[in-house]
């Protein structure tokens, strides 16, 4: 009984750990949304200063992940916690770096003459935010019908960044001299696109962990 009180111990201090990620993460994509929208170059440099912390966070929870793997054999849900884990850490470290490609973007456009944020771009910020946040409360929560929900709401990303997409290069067409600065909000669309998908990996983890289903790819149905 001592033997399994350890166990989870040692477990629950594993998801404390991983929702710290979780929380870093989450903060970066909300400074470097808001640096982008904002054109903040100063926040954007803070997101960039930032992302060695969640970098060395991703390192500390895989060390932590092979120790139990290793010592205490888990079994079941444990087993599953933990390797759900260690998939979810990896998709906050890939999150992590998509807030930094957008601040980098920020930075160089912040060098240039402003170019109008369009208003999709607005909401394809505001709808990846959504689902960063939502998907750390159904881990948190073991939350299977929240992580199912964050599935279903990227159709709603997909679209958005699609009628960017469109807009943008309309925009181009219609006045060639802002074609290297579309072409940066083009690619920040693409980088809130994947923090999105991104999301629905680990919402994908997170109903692994709770009901023992793989849906890996099939998430989005």
Known sequence: ME????????????????????ALANQAVLNASRAFLKNDWELAEQVIQGDE??????????????????????MARDLRLIVGTMRISIQLERI???????????????TRPPLPVDPLMHLLAEQCRKMLSNVITAYADSDTALAASVCRQ????????????TRLIGDMVDETRIVER???HI???KHFERIADLCT??????IFIVKAEDIKHRCKG
């Not at 992590?96 to 912040?110: H, I, K, M, Y």
């Not at 990227?154 to 997409?165: F, I, P, Q, T």
């Open 187 to 189: 690619m920040a669309a």
């Open 182 to 184: 579309a072409v940066h």
């Open 96 to 110: 992590g770096d998509e807030a930094v490609n957008l601040a980098q973007r920020t930075v160089f456009l912040s």
């Open 53 to 74: 912390a969640v970098n060395a966070m991703e390192c500390e929870l895989d060390k932590r992940s092979l120790e139990l793997l290793a010592l205490t054999q888990p």
């Open 154 to 165: 990227d159709h709603e990303v997909d679209e958005l960044y699609y009628k960017a997409l």
């Open 3 to 22: 033997q399994r009180g350890h166990i989870t111990a040692r477990i629950d201090a594993l998801r404390k750990q991983a929702l710290t990620m979780a």
């Open 201 to 206: 990996n680990i919402a994908e983890s997170v």
